[in-house]
């Protein structure tokens, strides 16, 4: 017998007494009572957009979910009814007439049908002005191959003590293009990626390239951070902004919470991450923020 | 007359007679008296009696007892060798009784007992031989982590030959790093830790490699599927210097390789193998100095290497590409004996002791112009570890039957190396090599420490001790007092009640993911922000040795409480995978406690030996950022422990070995119910339905299935002119059990959702063979 058919066979009989097998377990899970789910991020100077739907068992068929078109939702700023949201075939629940401030505080108060009714309060913080103290063009970071030319960006963030305070930043791409198909112009608007080596900063969240952060590490002062966004080509585009948004705690936690869920759902070896949630007796997130633009001139 | 003049001290060492290995623990006693002592670590003992005739028994578990008459005025030194029983014979020995002990909470496991366990692929593994005591859990299937009274694996201190062992496991914990062939004798201490140890929290493993033959060569070899392995020993000068090699390495690659370059045209081929070796020296200057040099390495290794030729613009090119990730111990130790006088020993030990991960890539370009060879390249290594260089000086000082006093101090230099990423680019008129990441951080740790092993009355002794510690890193400074005390009461013949307390302080942390305990885990040095871990335990038994049909059984039933303090853990989400960031913002520190019994009933001597152990234990955790800052069990609690470990010589030429194992199964975090997200990326839509998360009940709410196990061996011996053959037919799993790895949610062909648990190992049968001359 030749060496590797000797090989081939000795492969063969480890690999088979030591693959992996995997078999259906049967656990006792605890009967789960839906709950109402309420969905709703919201920016100052705009108006509330809720979905409302419920939660199902974890062994259920997700597509069993559905949107509660019959719900009834109150709105309240700082104690004092704004009336209630009605529902859009679009899938969420919303009214023009309410219009989101920067420092007040909102309650939401739900009820449909069986389920449990649920509230939740978030304080939309005010609006935190920053300084552009540079921004700098092909800026090289990395070594070797795996160097890239980024622009840089040093922001200064006047941070004020006894209180602490949630931030976020984020760069966006502007551009307008004539469409002759029905002769309209259009404006792209599309997000850059984000990277920083600042560790007050964190890491950049994956799908939506914002830099979330707290001022844990600066409370009360003056911070001066730097940040890199990708190179553009500047005649394609007409601008890029830099929005900087102050974050309501629970907006801050669920991103945070979130963005390391999809880091590490279905990883075996990773400590579960449970979503945060603000809704009382229910599930879901009902957070605000409040933001600013700035366009970034280079 | 003073008392000194009456008495004589008799010293000596004790050792075996076909080996000339030292003997540790041997009972020297003088029976009318009733005043003994036992051998420390290195053989040594020093009795103090009254002058004039006398009888000195000395007793040791396995050998046969030796009387002395002594007629002496003076001091004596006697060098005792014993013989070990030859089993088969009708046994009347009597070992060291488990109840004359003051300590508590330590076993010992004969080297040839662990060596008859059936083991996984056939591959003896003396800390799976530890998994199967109470009070101790194994991690998870094939895992030779060790979990020990609710502590994490972080929390044991492993030490060969004197020298820590920071990442005991070959291939992700399916095999350790010690060879079975290579080890003189292996003690676990779960409790009542005496003063002289120190600096982690849970346990100390004490592993001392063989000092090789002072009488004549002799080794053995053996062939099994995964390794092989060879132990040679010796007399170098005989019964002056000897030396002990030992090399074990698996093979798989070596096989794997044909067959790879095979399918791959011969362009690339890649495989994984570990290896390690011990290297020992004992020489004896006089029976007053003696001198031992002992070197353990060993490494995991898996690579992958590509070749492959081209054109480009006319020229020929070679493209090479080199993947490799390993990681590896080394541990080394200089150590001197020397007796200074009939009442006291010194011992000097210098260790080093090194850790090492690292992944590097390497591609290369050569490029065959007509004006030479131009080469390009680019590589990319990344690396962590730690690095210790240690000092320490130990006493022994017999001044009194009554008293056994050790005292002592050590002194370790701690070089943590937390992950640095090092860039090598070429190519034709340029070279770079930058090396990034955090810098190494300096630490230096001490401890000196004061012990009595002090026999009160007839009925009452105690070990009494006070451990002192300190740790500097960078401008911080921890230190600590840890008073140590063990007590020993006879409440009738052959029981004996006992009692512990001790106090622990761990000054290094091992950053790991919860689930999984890799080569990729740092240790880090606690900080400003991150405290040392404390912990204080209590413990209380009974201890009797039952004879029955003149066969000795020891039994021993024990009740724990561990408090513990500072323990970190990742916080939520955190992922092994990720290096970024600071560490210390990653985790979260709370305390946990443990509490439980143990009983253990077992055999050692005769043709039928083994044990069985049960455990029945609670261990906790509770931290204010993770689970709403409720109490949550640990991963690996488990309310029920069983190991039945049992082997019996059948003839001369046969003996068979049986274990099982039971446990609870380990604790897990599921998600119990799904809810959809906010639609900001992914609004509901009739084809997709809604994008969901899952919400999670508390931490390790939900049990795995239990896991059990059992694995059944046989050894067949032929004797040879030159030696003896072995033939070892072990079956791992014997009813195939599929035991839980991991959990996850998945979907079965009709698209429901199921949970499902990954096995790793079924039925495993193996055969090895093996020869000893």
Known sequence: MTTINISILYLLAVTIIISACEMVVDIDMPDHKPVLVINSLFNSDSIFRVAVSHSIGIQEDASDITNIENATIEILENNISLGSLSWLPIGFYTNPLIKITAGASYEIRVSAGDYPAVTSTNTIPLAKMIIIKQVKDSVKIGEAQMEQYVTEVTIEIPDQAAEVNFYAIQIYAEDTFYSSWDDSVWVNSYFLNLSTRDPVLGQTEEYTQMLKFSDELFNGKNYSAIFYFEETDKNSIDSVFLYFYSLSSSYYYYSVTKDLYYRTHNNPFSEPVQVYTNIENGLGIFAGRCGSRIALQY | MNCISQQFTITGYISDSSSGEKL???????????????????????????????????????????????????????????????????????????????????????????????????????????????????????????????????????????????????????????????????????????????????????????????????????????????????????????????????????????????????????????????????????????????????????????????????????????????????????????????????????????????????????????????????????????????????????????????FGTNYTYHTFNTGALQFKFTSENIIKDTLLGRPPTYATEYFGYLEDDWRINALLKGNFGLHHSGFFVGDTFYYSFQPRVSTRYYLSEHLALKGSFATMTQYIHLLSNNTAMLPTDLWLPVTEKVKPMNSQQVACGLARTLKLKDEDFEISVEGYYKWMQNLIEYGYGADFMDQSGVWEDKVETGKGWSYGSELFLQKKTGKFTGWIGYTLSWTWRQFNNLNKGLKYPYKFDRRHDISIVNSLKISETMDVAATWVYGTGNAITLPVAQYPDVPEFQPYNEYFGFNTVEYYGERNSFRMRSYHRLDLGANFKHLMKWGELWLNVSIYNVYSRKNPYFYYFGYDDFGNRQLKQVSLFPIIPSISFSVKF
């Open chain 2, 24 to 406: 540790i623990g041997v009972n020297i006693f003088e029976p009318t008296l009733m005043k003994g002592t036992t051998t420390n670590i290195y053989g040594f003992y020093s009795l103090t009696l009254p002058a004039g005739k006398t009888k000195i028994i000395f007793r040791y578990v396995g050998y046969n007892p030796v009387e002395k008459e002594i007629d002496a005025n003076k001091d004596v030194h006697i060098n005792i060798a014993l013989s070990p029983v030859i089993q088969l014979k009708e046994v009347v020995i009597v070992g060291n009784r488990i109840e004359e002990e003051s300590r508590m909470s330590a076993v010992e496991i004969p080297i040839q007992q662990i060596k008859s366990i059936p083991a996984l692929l056939g591959e003896v593994d003396v800390l799976k031989a530890l998994q199967l005591l109470p009070g101790v859990h194994s991690g998870g299937e094939g895992s030779s982590g060790l979990y020990v009274r609710g502590g994490g694996p972080d929390q044991n201190l492993i030490l060969l030959d004197g020298a820590p062992v920071y990442n005991a496991q070959h291939l992700f914990g399916f095999f350790s790093v010690f060879n079975a062939d290579a080890i003189r004798s292996i003690e676990l201490i779960k409790g009542g830790f005496p003063a002289r140890y120190g600096g982690r929290l849970s346990s100390v493993i004490d592993i001392y490699v063989k000092e090789g033959n002072m009488k004549k060569f002799s080794g053995e070899g053996t062939v099994g599927i995964v390794a092989s392995k060879m132990t040679v020993e010796g007399p170098i000068k005989k019964d002056t210097t000897s030396f002990l090699v030992s090399l074990r390495r698996t093979y798989i690659d070596l096989l794997a390789r044909p067959f790879i370059l095979a399918a791959t045209d011969g362009m690339g081929y890649g495989g994984y193998y570990f290896y390690d070796g011990n290297i020992k020296l004992n020489h004896k200057f006089s029976d007053k100095d003696r001198v031992y040099a002992s070197f353990y390495g060993g490494d995991d290794r898996f690579y992958v290497t590509a070749t492959d030729q081209y054109m480009s613009d006319g020229n020929n090119i070679d493209f090479n590409a080199t993947f490799r990730l390993g990681w590896g111990n080394k541990t080394s130790t200089l150590r001197w004996n020397r007796i200074i006088s009939k009442k006291l020993f010194a011992n000097a030990a210098l260790t080093w002791s090194k850790f090492k991960f690292y992944t590097d890539i390497e591609l290369e370009e050569i490029e065959k112009k007509i004006t030479g060879d131009v080469t390009s390249g680019f590589a990319l290594k990344y690396f962590s570890g730690i690095n210790d260089w240690a000092g320490k000086l130990d006493f022994d000082y017999f001044p009194h039957p009554d008293h056994f006093i050790r």
